[in-house]
């Protein structure tokens, strides 16, 4: 689904898209929509041509909440204040994760860009003071990778099982 990362200058952002499952409504459910991430902003259209002239929804990954399910291949993403969230889901677990991450790496890089923004406006004579509420998010997000880390790890010790199973019963079957 998630297209290998295109390789851009420096200056750019690498560039995932993909086609993921946007929420609608209740009445149209989850539809296809083509996905673009790109420079710290996440953007959805109803198709690839559609890139070109109308962008449907966009999301600043500055300050979003990524959430994920457990065992699921849904996944939220909001812009922190409320204001706009795309409940999405992806066609399996892996390509869930795939988006995840690189939507993980594209809000760090967006975080990371801002502040090196700011303290080009002037010299920082201060630590940097961080609020219990930024250091909660900030665990819970480390505890939702984790266990999403965890998640691919079961799926592929299971895979891997499965398929010790299926080469035990081809050896034995050509035996």
């Not at 959430?67 to 993403?77: K, M």
């Not at 993980?104 to 003071?129: C, H, N, R, T, Y």
């Not at 909660?136 to 398929?163: F, P, Q, Y």
Request: net charge negative; glycine share 6%.
């Amino acid at each position: 689904m998630a297209e290998a990362t295109e390789k851009k200058p420096e200056k750019e952002s690498p560039e995932t898209k993909g086609w993921l499952y946007k929420w609608t409504n209740y009445i149209k459910g989850y539809q296809k929509r083509w996905f673009v991430l790109q420079n710290g902003l996440l953007s959805y259209y109803r198709n690839q041509a559609e890139m070109a002239h109308t962008c449907r929804g966009t999301i600043s990954l500055h300050g979003a909440i990524i959430h994920t399910e457990n065992y699921s291949c849904n996944f939220v993403v909001s812009n922190g204040g409320g204001t706009q969230t795309f409940h999405l889901r992806a066609s399996s677990e892996v390509e869930r994760q795939k988006w995840v991450t690189a939507l993980e790496l594209a809000k760090a890089k967006a975080i990371q860009m801002m502040e090196s923004d700011e303290e080009d406006e002037g010299d920082q004579e201060f630590p940097v003071e961080i609020s219990k509420q930024e250091l909660l998010n900030a665990v819970r997000s480390m505890s939702s990778k984790l266990e999403d880390l965890r998640t691919c790890n079961d799926l592929i010790v299971k895979h891997g099982h499965a398929l010790q199973r299926s080469v035990s019963d081809l050896e034995q079957a050509t035996s």
